[in-house]
């Protein structure tokens, strides 16, 4: 299935709502960054990862980030979800600068908005799947009955059904990123970025879960920034962008309609 630019039917949940920054055709940018750039002091060695990168995500776009392997993708998501700080530039998530916040308070915007799917999953060692998944949720206050509900049913749905008992050291290595994807999509976020979520994963289980990340999108106007290496997930975007020597450039789909030029739509070429 192919889906062509603007497909999203439910073309309400675009519309500003409270917390949102719209742009000039109405559009809710729930994701910016300006002039991001970032580079690793090694000794006497300046590594420079990226170089002024400007994008604006609306609500309900679905866009993928796509480069060679050290090319900066995953130090670009984390800067985007405010788990790392940018050397020069500005992210902002709902309209708030996420690196001019307190600890506490990045803590809490990220948990209210953000659903993260790291390159190598990061679940708890000592928990369980299912308490893994519960545990953004817990954070949030949910009652754990209602927590544990939402988590079994994620699990379920990226067919994790009979391994909610499992310790991550007792799941397989695609088992635990489907655990990682379910924690990141159970608190219904704004937005979730994901770093390679189906790298480990079959063709079976690859499609289960970008279908549940795309049904987010669709029922409730979840942005999606999806770092993939593969070319029939990025194809199912909204927009495809390349990381190339620290700029970030739109791609043409493949038998994409035009791309969007509307404002909201970003930058095509970050090197501005
Ligand atoms: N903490 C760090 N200190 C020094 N260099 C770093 C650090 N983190 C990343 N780098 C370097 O920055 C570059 C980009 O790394 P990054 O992990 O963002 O690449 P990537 O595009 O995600 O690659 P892959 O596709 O292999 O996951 C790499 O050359 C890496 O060595
Ligand atoms: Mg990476």
């Given at each position: 299935m192919n889906e062509a630019p603007g497909a999203n039917p439910d073309a309400a949940h675009r519309r500003p709502r409270r917390g949102g920054v719209a742009d000039g055709a109405g559009n809710e940018r729930v994701l910016e960054a300006r002039g991001v750039s970032k580079s690793f002091q090694q000794g006497p060695v300046t590594l420079q990862v990226l170089s002024g990168v400007e994008l604006a995500i609306a609500r309900g776009e679905r866009l993928s980030i796509v480069g060679a392997s050290g090319s900066g993708k995953t130090t670009l998501l984390q800067i985007l979800g405010g788990l790392d700080r940018p050397s020069a530039g500005t992210v902002l998530i709902d309209g708030r600068d996420i690196h001019g916040l307190t600890e506490r308070d990045r803590g809490e915007l990220r948990n209210r908005t953000l659903g993260f799917v790291y390159q190598f999953h990061h679940l708890l060692p000592e928990f369980s799947a299912l308490e893994n998944?519960?545990?953004?949720?817990?954070?949030?206050?949910?009652?754990?009955?209602?927590?544990?509900?939402?988590?079994?049913?994620?699990?379920?749905?990226?067919?994790?059904?009979?391994?909610?008992?499992?310790?991550?050291?007792?799941?397989?290595?695609?088992?635990?990123?489907?655990?990682?994807?379910?924690?990141?999509?159970?608190?219904?976020?704004?937005?979730?970025?994901?770093?390679?979520?189906?790298?480990?994963?079959?063709?079976?289980?690859?499609?289960?879960?970008?279908?549940?990340?795309?049904?987010?999108?669709?029922?409730?106007?979840?942005?999606?920034?999806?770092?993939?290496?593969?070319?029939?997930?990025?194809?199912?975007?909204?927009?495809?962008?390349?990381?190339?020597?620290?700029?970030?450039?739109?791609?043409?789909?493949?038998?994409?309609?035009?791309?969007?030029?509307?404002?909201?739509?970003?930058?095509?070429?970050?090197?501005?």
């Open positions: 998944v519960a545990m953004p949720l817990l954070v949030r206050r949910v009652k754990v009955s209602q927590a544990r509900e939402q988590a079994r049913e994620l699990l379920e749905r990226v067919g994790l059904g009979e391994r909610l008992g499992h310790r991550p050291h007792q799941l397989s290595g695609g088992e635990r990123q489907r655990a990682a994807v379910a924690r990141a999509l159970v608190t219904q976020p704004k937005i979730v970025l994901a770093d390679e979520p189906t790298g480990n994963l079959d063709g079976i289980n690859a499609e289960a879960v970008f279908e549940l990340m795309l049904e987010l999108n669709r029922e409730r106007g979840t942005s999606l920034v999806v770092v993939t290496h593969d070319p029939r997930l990025a194809a199912r975007m909204d927009r495809i962008y390349e990381l190339q020597g620290g700029r970030l450039l739109e791609r043409a789909r493949e038998g994409a309609e035009p791309l969007p030029t509307t404002p909201s739509s970003g930058v095509r070429d970050s090197a501005v």
